[in-house]
């Protein structure tokens, strides 16, 4: 027999952009080109999880653009 959980799918859930103290804004460089500026909340007790969501968002931004200037993905160099 299966058990019945009753509970807010909204308390827990991380997927959730409300949870996280990650605030992004949208702002011109020095050249006009618009960037995205991430600010964490140093407070926050969410601040691993948020340090680690920001961190990924830069590297896969890095990946893409070296993807696209160099045309090949970035690749870990294997071991002899």
Do not use: P, W
Request: net charge positive.
């Amino acid at each position: 027999m299966a058990k019945v959980i009753v509970a807010s799918l909204k308390a827990g859930s991380r997927s959730g952009r409300s949870v996280s103290a990650v605030t992004e804004k949208r702002v011109r460089d020095t050249v006009g080109q618009i960037k995205t500026l991430r600010t964490l909340d140093a407070g926050s007790h969410t601040f691993g999880d948020d340090l680690q969501y920001v961190f990924g968002k830069n590297v896969a931004k890095a990946r893409r653009e070296n993807k696209r200037t160099a045309g090949v993905n970035d690749a870990a160099i294997a071991k002899r």
